[in-house]
């Protein structure tokens, strides 16, 4: 893949990332992920965007026996990361994994999945890119298949929860040239894309939500 240097490029923060997310936000970063996992089935084919450093896809292969999964993820460092990691699976479960070092807006698949999970990635982009997105990636993903998503959530008074949000994006800005700088309204999105919410839980003084949406149409 070619490397952007400036835009969107987590390689430089790869290497500290799991420790400053787990600093910031404890076991909250983590609980929230795996907890979603409940929703997947022995058997499924999986695709997982922006997987980061890989620590889920052992978590996925603690849980279920995936018949696929397809791991995406743009950046150098972090893919060498989740390299290493998938070291540790049996050599059944290795084959099964498909690393996929390129950015989600540019995949061509043609693999129907039964679950595509989006943790802390669909805050990467804006409304419009959101949709478009999401518009390519319900082609690969069954009637009935599932999307989960983990993400920061702002409710009605977001009181601290704002600016936290907008010190993370703006640092996310100065560390891997982020350009979005704010949420997307992913109810409306997801909603309006064909997906119907199947459930959701809150983390960290609700700031982290978890949301399981199934595609009906
Ligand atoms: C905030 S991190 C979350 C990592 C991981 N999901 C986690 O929760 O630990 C976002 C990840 O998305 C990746 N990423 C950024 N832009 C992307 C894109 N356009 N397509 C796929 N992944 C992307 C980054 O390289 C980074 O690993």
Redesign the pocket.
Known sequence: MKQEKTK?N?DFI?PV??SL?TWIYGKA?RMV?VDLLQYLRNGDKLLI?????G??ISEIFKIVEPELLVY????QV?MEKSKQRINNLSPVQRLKVNLVHD???NLQLNEEFDAILG???FD?FESRMLVKLLNRLQRNLKTRGKLLV?DFFLKEKPSWRKPLLDAMYLFFRWVSGLANQSLAPFDEIFSNQGFKLASESFYFQNFIRGTAWYKIK
Request: hydrophobic fraction near 55%; charged fraction near 15%; charge should be negative.
């Open positions: 969107n987590f790869a990332y799991d997310a970063i992920q965007l922006g997987g980061g450093t620590w889920i995406v993820e743009p950046s972090m950015r989600a807006e943790f802390f990635f990467l983990a």
